[in-house]
T-cell receptor, first 118, second 114 residues
Framework: GAVVSQHPSRVICKSGTSVKIECRSL??????MFWYRQFPKQSLMLMATSNEGSKATYEQGVEKDKFLINHASLTLSTLTVTSAHPEDSSFYIC??????????????FGQGTRLTVV | KQEVTQIPAALSVPEGENLVLNCSFTDSAIYNLQWFRQDPGKGLTSLLL?????REQTSGRLNASLDKSSGRSTLYIAASQPGDSATYLC?????????????FGKGITLSVRP
């Protein structure tokens, strides 16, 4: 299957600082990427849909000024957690679908990023 | 609003057993359904994708079925092995293709005992 690379896999930051997480589709082009958050023993919760060349669409309850999403190319989307606080500590995962497979729409996921805010 | 349920939350079986993992969803208007595997602290690995027009898909020891009208899917694992221990999540994609979102269940944590 297609490969989605997410970096970093783990990050520890101080409260009040910002953290950027990168999501890259390595062998396909992704018009749309999705950002999820996962709490322990919970399901993945969609945070936002990232569209190449346009503004991201955020789910209800997700602060767009806190979770900045940039999708500058067909292979890269970034999520920046601004002014991070301990409650932002979580597992963040990105997903992408191959725009060349319009009928398939199989979702491929990155390895995830464990964010710990101290 | 689509809701996806996976019960039980955890399952422990002896090695070699055939097992079935269940997934149910409330809105039958789905584009496709996908089963994933997640190892602790890792991302998701796609196992099987079933389009809404299909009834089942097979890959190796895995077989997934879809009954859209009743809102159910099952993942069948044959001859389970300790390496199959992981959390299995099902997710449905709403009608709208690649840009529509996936709704996930909470997953079933499977432990296969040697």
């Amino acid at each position: 299957g297609a490969v989605v690379s997410q970096h970093p896999s783990r990050v520890i930051c101080k409260s009040g600082t910002s953290v950027k997480i990168e999501c890259r589709s390595l062998d396909f082009q992704a018009t749309t990427m999705f950002w999820y958050r996962q709490f322990p023993k919970q399901s993945l919760m969609l945070m936002a849909t990232s569209n190449e060349g346009s503004k991201a669409t955020y789910e209800q309850g997700v602060e767009k000024d806190k979770f900045l999403i940039n999708h500058a190319s067909l292979t890269l989307s970034t999520l920046t957690v601004t002014s991070a606080h301990p409650e932002d500590s979580s597992f963040y995962i990105c997903s992408a679908t191959d725009r060349g497979l319009t009928l398939n729409t199989e979702a491929f996921f990155g390895q995830g990023t464990r964010l710990t805010v101290v | 609003k689509q809701e996806v349920t996976q019960i039980p939350a955890a399952l422990s079986v002896p090695e070699g057993e055939n097992l079935v993992l269940n997934c149910s969803f409330t809105d039958s208007a789905i584009y496709n359904l996908q089963w994933f595997r997640q190892d602790p602290g890792k991302g998701l690995t796609s196992l099987l994708l079933i389009q809404s027009s299909q009834r089942e898909q097979t890959s190796g020891r895995l077989n997934a079925s879809l009954d859209k009208s009743s809102g159910r899917s099952t993942l069948y694992i044959a001859a389970s092995q300790p390496g199959d221990s992981a959390t299995y999540l099902c997710a449905v994609r709403g009608w709208g293709g690649a840009n529509s979102k996936l709704t996930f269940g909470k997953g079933i944590t499977l432990s296969v005992r040697p």
